[in-house]
C-alpha cells in the first residue's frame, strides 16, 4: 500500500479552544510542501509584527481580526483570506474571541509523488 493521497480533519477549531488572555497555536497537517498550523486568541491577543520564510494564507476560522500587512490594514472575518508573499513583513491582532487558520507553503519541497509525465502524439 502507498501513501494516502488524503488527509481529512473535520473540525480544526475543536483542536485549538480560546484560552482567557491567551494565544494558542497548534500544527494541524505537515506535509512535504505544506503545514497548517490552527490558531486561537482571546480578544485583543495579538502577533506582533514578523515576517515568514515561505508565502503563507491566512484563514479567518471563527471571530475577527486585524491583519497590518506590508503596512496595509486588512479586517479578516471568517470565509476571509489574506495571501502574503516570503518575507512580507505583517501583524496579526484579535478583535473578538477568534480562531485562524494559518498554512504555510513551502516551495524548497519535493513532491511525495513523482511529476506525471506528459507524452504527446508525436510520441
Do not use: E, S, Y
Given at each position: 500500500m502507498g501513501l494516502p493521497l488524503a488527509e481529512f480533519l473535520e473540525d480544526v477549531r475543536a483542536l485549538v479552544p480560546v484560552q482567557p488572555e491567551s494565544t494558542l497555536s497548534r500544527?494541524?497537517?505537515?506535509?512535504p510542501g505544506l503545514r497548517v498550523v490552527a490558531f486561537s486568541f482571546d480578544e485583543g491577543q495579538q502577533l506582533t509584527e514578523h515576517t515568514a520564510a515561505m508565502p503563507v494564507l491566512l484563514i479567518a476560522l471563527s471571530g475577527s481580526f486585524t491583519v497590518v500587512a506590508d503596512g496595509d490594514s486588512h479586517t479578516l472575518v471568517p470565509g476571509g483570506l489574506l495571501y502574503l508573499e516570503t518575507r512580507a513583513p505583517h501583524a496579526v491582532t484579535a478583535r473578538e474571541p477568534a480562531q485562524l487558520g494559518?498554512?504555510?507553503?513551502?516551495?524548497?519541497?519535493?513532491p511525495l509523488l513523482p511529476t506525471p509525465q506528459v507524452r504527446s502524439e508525436q510520441d
Open positions: 500544527t494541524v497537517l505537515r506535509k494559518l498554512i504555510m507553503l513551502d516551495q524548497r519541497a519535493k
